[in-house]
């Protein structure tokens, strides 16, 4: 993929003079709490360098900005399974706080499960989402998600554990 250009944002791949805007954006607890611990707290530039590596290494692309205004402001991307299940990924995407609540994000995933769909041999995309982020789980049923399951005390965050809410949307055959 190239770019995906809307009024509101561009999705593209991950360029090295996006290290600024992304440790800007993503050093925020606030992101933090909604994402898997491998992603770095604080978040810094060296963390935005190399990650922006790894990302722009992979062929094909999984990982992909989320630009507003010219300014790298959040991620979506997937991770292809591999062996028998080859034809599931794993949807993720995060938002800097300063554009939460703009549509943008429900967009973007719209925009990435098209391009996903269309690009690969993928036929089932998935998410795994904490008990709290309500706002993930409503972003994710408007774009045709399904809740298949809580798993129960499935996982740790900040020291607590949690329940897991997984969902999945099928391509359409």
Do not use: C
């Not at 009024?7 to 360029?15: F, G």
């Amino acid at each position: 993929m190239n770019e995906i250009i809307r009024k509101d944002y561009t999705i593209r791949p991950w360029q090295m003079s996006d290290i600024e805007s992304l440790a800007r954006n993503a050093n925020n607890i606030n992101i933090w709490n909604n994402v898997r611990d491998y992603f770095p707290h604080p978040y810094d530039e060296e963390d935005a360098k190399s990650f922006i590596k790894m990302a722009s290494g992979k062929n094909p692309i999984q990982d992909f900005s989320i630009e507003v205004n010219g300014k790298a402001v959040g991620g979506i991307g997937y991770i292809p399974g591999f062996d028998v299940e080859r034809i599931n990924a794993e949807i993720g995407y995060w938002l800097g706080e300063e554009y939460w609540n703009k549509g943008i994000m429900g967009n973007a995933i719209k925009d990435m499960v098209d391009y996903i769909f269309e690009n690969t041999d993928i036929i089932r995309l998935f998410a795994s989402v904490f008990d709290f982020n309500l706002a993930s789980m409503q972003v994710l049923q408007k774009n045709g998600f399904r809740k298949l399951t809580i798993f129960k005390n499935a996982a740790i965050k900040n020291n607590k554990v949690i329940d897991l809410y997984y969902y999945e949307l099928l391509k359409s055959k």
